[in-house]
């Protein structure tokens, strides 16, 4: 079945970096696009990134344009984010899920990993 | 910017139906998807364009739209669907929208 295993998340100060994964399994990894949302603590879901399913095309929220990247590995089965420049409202579980085109639904979820910016 | 309004909370009393709306302009014209969100785990899709159920999903979960809101009802709901519901489109202008969301209370 579908597995979406995120890491990477953890404490880190304003203006640092990260970088946090989502290793993929179970499905034709290479055939789909990814997203990444993000959810702040006892708030509602926010869309962060999506990539698509080659890598040929990448878009980003206005909240992290210019801060964040997105990437995938589809040889690793791996989608990545790098996080740069992170601010205190950066903070949230971020989810990477799956998607097959810009219409479609978010099928299936990881589990997420929290990332906390704070001095 | 295109935004989805969802009330923040509904109730509804154990054997009777569930009704959370989902509203935004032209909405009729989008494919709109909601998802399940328990306590400490994440996000399941429940209905994928407007109606449709993924495999698993239980019958008592359908889907509608009218104008510009959609409904994601929940005919006689368990305490195990007390969650929050997240509506969700795709907007070629604004890219992937979520509405705030919706706690669900069974009674």
């Known amino acids: 079945q579908v597995q979406l295993v995120e890491s990477g998340g953890g404490v880190v100060q304003p203006g640092r970096s990260l970088r946090l994964s989502c290793v993929a399994s179970?499905?034709?990894?290479?055939?789909?696009?990814m997203h990444w949302v993000r959810q702040a603590p006892g708030k509602g879901l926010e869309w962060v990134a999506v990539?698509?399913?080659?890598?040929?095309?990448?878009y980003y929220a206005d909240s992290v344009k210019g801060r964040f990247t997105v990437s995938k590995d589809n040889s690793k089965k791996t989608l990545s984010l790098h996080l740069n420049n992170l601010r205190v409202e950066d903070t949230a579980v971020y989810y990477c899920?799956?998607?097959?085109?810009?219409?479609?639904?978010?099928?299936?979820w990881g589990q997420g990993t929290l990332v906390t910016v704070s001095s | 910017s295109f935004d989805l309004t969802q009330p923040p909370s509904v109730s509804v009393a154990l054997g009777q139906t569930a009704s959370l709306t989902c509203g935004g302009d032209n909405i009729k014209t989008k494919d709109v998807h909601w998802y399940q969100q328990k306590p400490g785990q994440a996000p399941l899709l429940v209905i994928y364009r407007d109606y449709n159920r993924p495999s698993g999903i239980p019958e008592r979960f359908s889907g509608s739209k009218s104008g510009n809101t959609a409904t994601l009802t929940i005919s006689r709901p368990q305490a195990g669907d007390e969650a929050d519901y997240f509506c969700q489109v795709w907007d070629s202008s604004t890219a992937w929208v979520f509405g705030g969301g919706t706690k669900l209370t069974v009674l």
């Open positions: 990539i698509w399913y080659d890598g040929s095309d990448k």
């Open positions: 899920a799956t998607t097959r085109e810009p219409a479609a639904p978010l099928d299936h």
């Open positions: 179970g499905f034709t990894f290479s055939a789909y696009g």
